[in-house]
């Protein structure tokens, strides 16, 4: 079964860190660029982030530039969103996607698109 699983979600007080991890099953990532998308309560899905295939490229949304990192590690099949000096706004439930082409995968997490098929997510809260 294809499918990519989101992990590493949790409780956290501002200004804290956590570290989202998206592992694939049954393919292999490293043929995929992987974004990352968030879902807060009541609000639409916004794009977050993406890294290219290779890890040489990638994109922030203004929102979390200079405090979200991604990186990937292709041996272990596994893409990382590290966050850091989190803010009660990026509670959310969070998604990762994966796409054969970085630049439409861009396209996607720019414009927040839904792209259609998502995995379970996981669950980041910020809160004291």
């Known amino acids: 079964q294809v499918q990519l699983v989101e992990s590493g979600g949790g409780l956290v007080q501002p200004g804290g860190s956590l570290r989202l991890s998206c592992a694939a099953s049954?393919?292999?990532?490293?043929?995929?660029?992987i974004g990352w998308f968030r879902q807060a309560p009541g609000k639409e899905r916004e794009g977050v982030s993406c890294?290219?295939?290779?890890?040489?490229?990638?994109y922030f949304a203004d929102s979390v530039k200079g405090r979200f990192t991604i990186s990937r590690d292709n041996a272990k099949n596994t893409v990382y969103l590290q966050m850091n000096s989190l803010k009660p706004e990026d509670t959310a439930v969070y998604y990762c996607?994966?796409?054969?082409?970085?630049?439409?995968?861009?396209?996607?997490?720019?414009?927040?698109?839904?792209?259609?098929?998502w995995g379970q997510g996981t669950q980041v809260t910020v809160s004291s």
């Open positions: 996607a994966a796409d054969s082409l970085f630049g439409r995968l861009l396209g996607y997490v720019q414009t927040s698109a839904d792209i259609g098929s």
């Open positions: 890294v290219s295939r290779s890890g040489g490229d990638t």
């Open positions: 049954g393919f292999t990532l490293d043929s995929y660029a």
